[in-house]
């Protein structure tokens, strides 16, 4: 069964190793091409993310390296590799080719300057979050203490989103932020994010987030990230299941779809430990739902819902 994925990190990887991985096959990376192949992903997001130690006259430098090596080495060296740039590319899909759509995973690179964000639209990033957990000059993430929500830039980072039908991201965001975007925004998504009434991490949507994005029109992908499956940091494929259940019970049976986060976590689901294996979970959820539903959570609720089409 073909699966939709929000959400990796494997441009961090193939930047920080500066060409030293080939992402066709290279072992360190979890979502490299073989083991998408294997897993039968046939769409893979791909994140830019920079990390929080990078100072911030060097982030959108770093930024538009990533985007480099998801143009010559994910796209350029791989002709299966196709670049999802419009939400009507996801129909023309062959058979044996994979889908590669660019997000933003925290909006640190852009500074101030919404003239980036269109440059970053224009290569083709169609999801934009916020935040990563700290802190920036559009919100305050999920780790920050403060717990503020949008700021007037981060206002106009979701109304650029809304006119050019991307979508904006709440995963990392913190509380309040969430309950703003879920206001402000046409297209609200939560690309790599779980139920925080089974798992109490801030990272979590809690149950009432959960029924608003929903009536919203959103979709929640889930996260294969221990920690965010359950408090002890061992997960096994049915207790990420249990997740997926959980947002049933709230309603959003149509609106529930996968965010491994490889490349981005260094603990593992049992038997889920790279792309490889994804098949392992699509098998686990045909024991508890109907196929049709199954085929949902995998990729068919995101195509139904994507800007342009279901909103």
Same mark, same amino acid.
């Given at each position: 069964?073909?699966?939709?994925?929000?959400? $990796?990190?494997?441009?961090?990887?193939?930047?920080?190793?500066? &060409?030293?991985?080939? /992402?066709?096959?290279?072992?360190?990376?979890?979502?490299?091409?073989?083991?998408?192949?294997?897993?039968?992903?046939?769409?893979? $997001?791909?994140?830019?993310?920079?990390?929080?130690?990078?100072?911030?006259?060097?982030?959108?430098?770093?930024?538009?390296?990533?985007?480099?090596? /998801?143009?010559?080495?994910? =796209?350029?060296?791989?002709?299966?590799?196709?670049?999802? +740039?419009? !939400?009507?590319?996801?129909?023309?899909?062959?058979?044996?080719?994979?889908?590669?759509?660019?997000?933003?995973?925290?909006?640190?690179? =852009?500074?101030?300057? =919404? %003239?980036?964000?269109?440059?970053?639209?224009?290569?083709?990033?169609?999801?934009?979050?916020?935040? !990563? @957990?700290?802190? @920036?000059?559009?919100?305050?993430?999920?780790?920050?203490?403060?717990?503020?929500?949008?700021?007037?830039? &981060?206002?106009?980072?979701?109304?650029?989103? @809304?006119?050019?039908?991307?979508?904006?991201? #709440?995963?990392? =965001?913190?509380?309040?932020?969430?309950?703003?975007?879920?206001?402000?925004?046409?297209?609200?998504?939560?690309?790599?994010?779980?139920?925080?009434?089974? $798992?109490?991490?801030?990272?979590?949507?809690?149950?009432?987030?959960?029924?608003?994005?929903?009536?919203?029109? &959103?979709?929640?992908?889930? #996260?294969?990230?221990?920690?965010?499956?359950?408090?002890?940091?061992?997960? %096994?494929? %049915?207790?990420?299941?249990?997740?997926?259940?959980?947002? $049933?019970?709230?309603?959003?049976?149509?609106?529930?779809?996968?965010?491994?986060?490889?490349?981005?976590?260094? %603990? /593992?689901?049992?038997?889920?430990?790279?792309?490889? +294996?994804?098949?392992?979970?699509?098998?686990?959820?045909?024991?508890?739902?109907?196929?049709?539903?199954?085929?949902?959570?995998?990729?068919? @609720?995101?195509?139904?819902?994507?800007? &342009?089409?279901?909103?």
């Amino acid at each position: 069964m073909n699966i939709i994925d929000l959400h $990796c990190d494997a441009l961090m990887k193939l930047q920080e190793a500066k &060409g030293k991985l080939r /992402f066709a096959d290279a072992p360190e990376l979890q979502t490299n091409k073989t083991r998408l192949h294997k897993g039968k992903v046939k769409v893979q $997001c791909f994140a830019i993310f920079i990390e929080p130690e990078i100072k911030g006259d060097q982030k959108f430098q770093v930024a538009l390296e990533q985007i480099d090596y /998801f143009y010559k080495e994910v =796209l350029g060296k791989n002709p299966d590799m196709v670049h999802i +740039k419009e !939400w009507s590319d996801f129909d023309w899909l062959k058979i044996g080719q994979i889908g590669a759509m660019l997000t933003l995973e925290g909006v640190d690179a =852009l500074g101030n300057d =919404l %003239t980036k964000l269109d440059i970053l639209y224009r290569l083709g990033v169609r999801s934009v979050g916020l935040t !990563w @957990n700290n802190a @920036n000059l559009a919100a305050d993430g999920a780790g920050e203490p403060r717990g503020a929500g949008l700021t007037l830039f &981060g206002k106009e980072i979701v109304e650029f989103n @809304n006119k050019h039908q991307n979508l904006t991201d #709440v995963s990392h =965001l913190s509380d309040k932020g969430i309950w703003e975007v879920i206001e402000l925004a046409k297209y609200p998504i939560a690309s790599h994010s779980n139920a925080r009434a089974l $798992c109490h991490h801030p990272r979590n949507l809690t149950d009432e987030q959960a029924r608003a994005m929903f009536a919203k029109g &959103g979709l929640i992908h889930v #996260v294969y990230h221990p920690p965010f499956i359950k408090e002890s940091g061992e997960a %096994t494929i %049915t207790d990420l299941v249990k997740h997926i259940d959980h947002f $049933c019970s709230l309603g959003g049976v149509k609106q529930i779809g996968l965010g491994s986060d490889f490349d981005g976590i260094s %603990t /593992f689901v049992t038997n889920l430990e790279d792309a490889s +294996k994804s098949q392992n979970l699509i098998n686990e959820l045909l024991k508890h739902f109907k196929e049709e539903e199954v085929r949902g959570f995998a990729s068919q @609720n995101f195509l139904d819902l994507r800007p &342009g089409v279901g909103r």
